[in-house]
């Protein structure tokens, strides 16, 4: 089973700071996804990754995918109130057939 | 361009009886999954369909679950006697026909809750 490690679990901080998360594997993926899912709603998707070294950027958003492609990080430059949420990575594992295995998300709170 | 839809909302049952979850994909999308999400947990994948084929069932208890994708119509995910641990947020995903079949588009959810 693959699994995906994401962290921190919790992340409190003050709006204009920045931060970088991370999603974790012992296995490799073909694709790994970033979703945010507000509360009573379902995950938004952000960017996909595919290629080892692949880095995305969404606005202040940056995205780097492992040169191995077992891991990924998450960067926020200058956090706003507006980007707070559930951060959910997700892979496709190498060899399966689009089923992603999902880590349990990073909770990030910014404060105004 | 209307995303994924998922009907109900909200949905409440007594134990016993029999839950259907619906979901329309996106316009151009004919891959469909459902997941569900406990919790405290993260989305656990329970069954991926294209029309008229399951492909993956790998996620589903082996009983009271079953899931279907018409050629015509939503996809249906039905819970037959449902138990208390039924209750949870569950969500289908779609992602196009060609391409980036990787890149899955979730709905809104139903919350299932058993009482």
């Known amino acids: 089973t693959q699994l995906l490690e994401q962290s921190p679990q919790f992340l409190s901080i003050q709006e204009g700071e920045n931060l970088t998360v991370y999603c974790n594997s012992s296995?490799?993926?073909?694709?790994l996804q970033w979703y945010r899912q507000e509360p009573g709603e379902g995950p938004v998707l952000l960017v996909t990754?595919?290629?080892?070294?692949e880095v995305k950027k969404l606005k202040r958003l940056t995205f780097q995918f492992g040169d191995a492609r077992k891991d990924s990080s998450l960067h926020i430059t200058a956090a706003q109130p507006g980007d707070t949420g559930l951060y959910l990575c997700?892979?496709?594992?190498?060899?399966?057939?689009?089923?992603?295995?999902f880590g349990k998300g990073i909770t990030l709170s910014v404060r105004p | 361009n209307a995303g994924v839809m998922q009907n109900p909302r909200h949905l409440v049952r007594r134990r016993g009886q029999e839950a259907r979850l619906r979901c329309s994909p996106m316009?151009?999308?004919?891959?469909v999954y459902w997941y569900r999400q406990l919790p405290e947990e993260g989305l656990k994948f329970m069954v991926y369909?294209?029309?008229?084929?399951?492909?993956?069932e790998s996620g589903m208890p082996k009983e009271r679950f079953s899931a279907e994708f018409p050629k015509e119509g939503p996809s249906i995910l039905r819970i037959q006697q449902v138990v208390r641990g039924d209750s949870a947020a569950y969500f289908c995903?779609?992602?196009?026909?060609?391409?980036?079949?990787?890149?899955?588009?979730f709905g809104p959810g139903t919350r299932l809750t058993v009482t």
């Open positions: 296995s490799v993926f073909s694709s």
């Open positions: 369909l294209q029309k008229e084929n399951i492909i993956d």
């Open positions: 995903a779609s992602s196009p026909t060609t391409g980036a079949s990787y890149e899955q588009y």
């Open positions: 316009k151009g999308h004919s891959h």
């Open positions: 997700a892979g496709e594992p190498a060899g399966a057939n689009s089923k992603l295995t």
């Open positions: 990754v595919v290629t080892g070294g």
